[in-house]
């Protein structure tokens, strides 16, 4: 029999190495399963064990156009065996869809930037015409904040989306949301393991770029001397209320491993913008931190893995 062990499901092999590191040091059996091909007997079990799903937004941008596809067929099999899944359909479902972050952070109760979802370029440059500019329009399916851009009057819009630059949502769906004033030019991104709040980064958005990917492998080196962009942000902690509120409505969709991410506004609002499932986290903030993200997820995958162990034990 394979020995159970926590099953990794993603498909960009340069985030594993961070993870793996971790679940060593955690002393947790891990093994990576790189969801770009392969293929699954689906009237046989799955091996023992925990799978956690990672399966990232932008996964056609890195030439795995069809991960995501195969992560649903994963999933279901999966489910359909009663596996423990942490980052199931439901949480994969949220992932590839800003309409679906949006409506879920709505319901929960927290204040979230007013958008418009249109169906089609035609409808994007119509519904644009009801935000005032600057506005913001996003993918639907987004991930690395490709396709998120700021617009300062609807004529630029409209010259944009005529242009070669245009690059066309992967479903169609386009949003088109206020364009939120930061008090000082930082976002914060808040990381929540096993559905706990682990620590708040501060990621500093002076240089204006929208494409703010945490990950080791996205990190451009930095000139000499020069600052990090992240930082942790000690201020916040797990009895803010803003995090206790996420807690509750990540637990309400049983969402356990995720990133919500938030900016301060000039006029004094709390504004929530994005959850990440697919979440990465900083080398400059991991250093600093008295707690890793990564090591709290094998710490809280490999309690898991010792549950369903200890299950299987009592049915044997
Ligand atoms: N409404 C907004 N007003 C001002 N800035 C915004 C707004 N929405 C997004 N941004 C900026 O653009 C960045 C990327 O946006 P967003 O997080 O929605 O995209 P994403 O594709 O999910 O990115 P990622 O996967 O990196 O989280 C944000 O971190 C923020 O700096
Ligand atoms: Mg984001």
Redo the contacts with the bound molecule.
């Keep these: 029999m394979v020995e159970p062990r926590v099953y990794v499901i993603h498909e960009n092999p340069e985030w594993f190495p961070p993870l793996k590191t971790a679940f060593d040091a955690e002393g947790v059996p891990v093994e990576e399963v790189l969801l770009v091909d392969g293929g699954i007997d689906l009237d046989a079990p799955p091996p023992p064990g925990v799978y956690w799903s990672r399966m ?3 996964a056609d941008t890195r030439g795995h156009g069809y991960s995501k596809e195969y992560t649903r067929a994963v999933l279901s099999w999966l489910e359909s065996w009663g596996a423990t899944v942490v980052g199931g359909s439901r949480v994969l479902e949220l992932e590839v869809s ?1 309409v679906a ?1 949006h409506a879920l952070l709505r319901s929960g109760g927290v204040e979230v ?1 007013r ?1 418009t979802a249109a169906f089609g370029v035609g409808q994007l440059l119509a519904r644009a015409r009801e935000f005032e500019a600057p ?2 329009t ?2 639907n399916q ?7 851009r ?1 617009f300062d009057s609807h004529a630029e819009l409209e010259a944009h989306a005529a242009s070669p630059d245009f690059e066309e949502s992967a479903d169609g769906i386009y949003l088109v ?6 008090r000082e030019p930082f ?1 914060t ?1 808040a990381e929540f393991v096993g559905g706990r709040f682990v620590y708040a980064v501060r ?1 500093d ?1 002076s240089a204006g ?6 990950a080791d492998a996205c990190v451009v080196p930095d000139a000499v001397g020069e600052v990090s962009a992240f930082s942790l942000r000690r201020k916040i902690d797990a009895s803010h209320p803003l995090i206790r509120e996420l807690e509750a409505l990540l637990a309400r969709a049983g969402i356990l491993i995720a ?1 919500v ?1 938030f ?1 301060e506004t000039e006029d004094g609002r709390t ?1 929530v ?2 959850i ?1 499932t ?1 979440t990465n986290y900083n080398p400059d903030v991991e250093a600093s931190s008295p707690v890793s993200g990564p090591r709290s997820i094998a710490a809280f995958l490999g309690g898991l893995l010792e549950e369903t162990r200890s299950e299987a034990l009592q049915s044997a």
């Design positions: 990232s937004a932008s800003k972050q930037p958008t506005f913001i996003k993918h987004g991930g690395k904040g490709l396709g998120v700021r949301q206020e364009y939120l004033r930061a976002i991104r990621v958005t770029s929208f494409e703010l990917c945490p990133g991410e900016i504004v913008y994005d990440n697919n």
